[in-house]
C-alpha cells in the first residue's frame, strides 16, 4: 500500500504543490493521502485532480489582503482569513473552485489533520467529514494558533495539524502504508530549536492550556518524525522528498519568484518517486 504525507509549512507548501502536481503528470496515484496545514490543501485538490490549482493560492491569491493582512487582523482576530481562502476562492461559486465532486470520489484514504483545542491532541478527519461547499476541515488543519482563531466543527474546535502530528508518519504506518513519500519544506537536516513554539506556547497558556503543552512539545515531536522518516527511508520503505534551500520563504513570506522557483525544485526533486514506488 503506498501513502504520501504533505507536512505543509504554510506558504513554503508551495514545494508540496509541485510535487503533487508531478505526481498528477506522471499519474501516481497513492492508496492513502495524509495531510498536515497547507499539506491538507495540497492533497485535496491533488486528489480532485486539478493540477495547478494550489499555485495560484500560494503565488496569486496570498498577495492579496483578503487573504492575509493586519486589517484581517483587526477586523477578525485572524491574520489569515481562511473563510476567505476556502469559502469566498474555494465553494463552487468562487474564483477557483474545488472539484469535489473528483475529490469525493477519489479511490483511496484521505486524512486531515488537525488539532483539537479541547484535549490537544490530533484529530483525522477525512473526505467523509467534508460536506460539498464546506471546508471546514480544511480550514481546521490550517489554522496556525495565535495567528487564527480556531475553526468550529460539530461541536468542537480546532487548530493546525501540525501543533500535534507535524510528521505523521505512524498514522501512514497505522493504515497499512509499506512505502510511504513524505514531503518535508525544509532540507532534511534541518532541526526544529524549540524556542518559536516555546513562546508561542506561553503566549497561548492562559487561555488554552492544553494547547499550549502541546505546542512546547510539537518541535520534538517534528525532528522525531523527521528521523524517523530518513530512518525508513534506509530500510527502504519511505522515500523523504524536501527542499536543498527554502530560497528564503518562512510560513508567511510573500515573494513571488522564490515562491516560483521552490514550486519547480518541488515539480522537480518528485521525478524520484516513480522509481520508489516502482512505477518504471
Same mark, same amino acid.
Given at each position: 500500500m503506498t501513502g504520501?504525507?504533505?507536512t505543509g509549512g504554510g506558504l513554503r507548501g508551495i514545494y508540496g504543490a509541485g510535487v503533487l502536481d508531478r505526481c498528477l503528470d506522471d499519474s501516481i496515484k497513492f492508496d492513502c493521502c495524509i495531510g498536515v496545514s497547507a499539506g491538507s490543501a495540497n492533497l485535496i485538490t491533488y486528489a480532485a485532480n486539478q493540477r495547478g490549482?494550489?499555485?495560484?493560492?500560494?503565488?496569486?491569491? =496570498?498577495f492579496r489582503k483578503e487573504y492575509m493582512s493586519a486589517e484581517n487582523f483587526l477586523k477578525s482576530g485572524s491574520y489569515i482569513d481562511l473563510n476567505y481562502i476556502y469559502g469566498t476562492l474555494s465553494q463552487s461559486g468562487g474564483?477557483?473552485?474545488l472539484d469535489y465532486k473528483e475529490a469525493s470520489g477519489?479511490?483511496?484514504?484521505?486524512?486531515?489533520? =488537525?488539532?483539537d483545542t479541547g484535549t490537544g491532541c490530533p484529530h483525522y478527519f477525512s473526505m467523509q467529514d467534508?460536506?460539498?461547499? +464546506?471546508?471546514?476541515?480544511?480550514?481546521?488543519?490550517c489554522c496556525i494558533p495565535l495567528v487564527c482563531r480556531p475553526v468550529k466543527i460539530d461541536g468542537g474546535e480546532f487548530y493546525d495539524g501540525g501543533v500535534s502530528d507535524p510528521v505523521p508518519i505512524d498514522r501512514a504506518l497505522e493504515l497499512g502504508c509499506d512505502k510511504t513519500v513524505v514531503i518535508l519544506t525544509r532540507p532534511t537536516g534541518y532541526r526544529k530549536s524549540g524556542k518559536p513554539e516555546k513562546r508561542a506556547g506561553l =503566549?497561548?497558556?492562559?487561555f488554552n492550556k492544553e494547547i499550549?503543552?502541546?505546542?512546547?512539545?510539537?518541535?520534538?515531536?517534528?525532528?522525531?518524525?523527521?528521523?524517523? =522518516?530518513?530512518?525508513l527511508q534506509e530500510e527502504g520503505k519511505c522515500l523523504v522528498i524536501a527542499p536543498d534551500d527554502c530560497r528564503g520563504i518562512n510560513t508567511l513570506t510573500r515573494d513571488r519568484k522564490a515562491l516560483h +522557483?521552490?514550486?519547480?525544485?518541488?515539480?522537480?526533486?518528485a521525478q524520484a518517486i516513480r522509481r520508489f514506488i516502482g512505477k518504471c
Open positions: 504520501i504525507i504533505d490549482r494550489t499555485y495560484s493560492f500560494y503565488h496569486d491569491y =496570498a474564483e477557483n473552485p477519489y479511490d483511496g484514504i484521505l486524512n486531515f489533520v =488537525a488539532t467534508i460536506p460539498f461547499d +464546506d471546508y471546514s476541515v480544511i480550514k481546521a488543519s =503566549a497561548i497558556k492562559p499550549s503543552e502541546t505546542l512546547m512539545k510539537s518541535a520534538r515531536q517534528y525532528n522525531e518524525g523527521v528521523k524517523k =522518516a530518513l530512518r +522557483d521552490l514550486y519547480t525544485d518541488g515539480y522537480r526533486d
